[in-house]
C-alpha cells in the first residue's frame, strides 16, 4: 500500500491489459490443462446485481472468461441467499455455481456444513487481508458502515457517534437504519464505550441510549439505495449508512463528507454450494479473483475495499482515499462481530422492533 499516493501510468496500464488479453488463453491452457479441455464448460456466478454486475463483469468474469478454461455467466441473487443456497445442497440441485455472500451469511452456512473447501495454496489468495480468510470463504470487498453528514447545513463539523447524539451542539435532521445492527453499536460508541470493548455488546446500556435519540430521527430508512437520495435531495442532514451509498452522493456533486472514525465494517465474497460438481473449477475462478489488478478494477464503480493490498498500486490516489481497506481509514474501523449477531440477531430484532413501536 506504500504506493497508494501515486496515479497509475496509463501507459503501462495500457499495455499491461494488452498482454493480458492477448496471451490469457495460452496461460489459461499452460496452468490448468486439465480444464482447458473443456473450454465448453460454463460457470454460473451470483452476485448482488446493478452495479455489482457490471463492476465484477470488468474485475472477475471477463479476465477469467479470457483464459479460455470456462465461461462465466453471471446472475442477481437474493439479498440474502443462505435458504436458496441450503436448498441447493440438500436437493443436490445446484442453479448457482459460485455465490457471493457476506461474512455474516458464511457464518450461518458453514457452520451448518454446506460450503465447499477452498484451496488456499494459491499465492495470491494468500496475500489477502486477514479478515478475507476463511477454508471455504475468500473476502472480495470491504463494506464501511458510517456516518456522513451534508457540509452545507452542518455548522460545525461533528467527527463521532457523540456528536451524533449531541442534538444541541450539533443540530440538524438525523436519520438510522430500521435495523438494530449499527444502531445498538453506535449507541455504544456515543455512550463512551470503546471500539475494542464493544462486544459482546450491551444491550440494555444501548437501548437506553438509544432511547435519548429517538425523538430526534426524522427517518428510519429501510433500503441503502434510500440514503444516497436522501444525502443528495438534502432531506438529512446527518445520518449512518454504507460508505459506498455516501460516495455514491458525494460523486453525484453533493455536498457530503464522510466521517471514517468510529466506522464498522463487514465482507461479502465468494463460496461454493458444498456437492456441486464445478467445485474444481468454481475454486480456479475464486482464486482468480484474489489478483490485486482484478480488484483493483471495480473499485472504479464500487467504492468498496479490496481485500487484496496490492491493488492500491493501480488505484488512483483519490479513489484510493475514498475506500474502506485505505490505510488510513481501515485503522478507524471495527469489524462487526457476525459471531454475536448470528448467536443473538432473532431475540435483538424483535426487541428492537418493539422498540420502535413504544
Sequence with gaps: ?????????????????????????IVGALLYPEISARAADTLTVADPGGPYGTAFTEAFYAPFNQLGIAKVTNVARVAEPTSQIKAMVEAKSFLWDVVS?????????????????????????????????????????VYGTVLAFRTDK??????????FYNVKDFPGRRALPKSPITCLEGALLADGVSAQQLYPLDVDRAFRKLDTIKPHITIWWTSYGQTTQLLQTGEI????????RVQAAIDSGAPVKIIWNQGLYGLEGWAIPKGNSKAALAKKFIASCAN????????????????SPSAFDLIPAQRAAALPTFKDNFAQLTQIDDSWWGANKDKIFDRFNAWLLR
Design 101 to 141: 455472500v457476506s461474512s455474516s451469511s458464511h457464518k450461518l452456512l458453514s457452520s451448518q456444513g454446506l460450503l465447499a473447501p477452498l484451496d488456499w495454496t494459491d499465492p495470491e489468495m494468500q496475500k489477502l487481508i486477514p479478515a478475507a480468510h476463511q477454508s471455504d470463504w475468500m473476502g472480495t470487498n
Design 154 to 163: 452542518m455548522t460545525r463539523r461533528p467527527q463521532s457517534w457523540a456528536d
Design 292 to 307: 490485486g489488478h482484478h480488484q483493483a478494477a471495480y473499485t472504479k464503480l464500487l467504492a468498496y475495499g479490496p481485500t
Design 237 to 244: 442532514d446527518f445520518l449512518a449508512t454504507s460508505n459506498a
Design 1 to 25: 500500500m506504500s504506493t497508494c499516493d501515486k496515479s497509475p501510468d496509463l501507459t503501462d496500464a495500457g499495455r499491461r491489459r494488452f498482454l493480458v488479453g492477448t496471451s490469457a488463453t
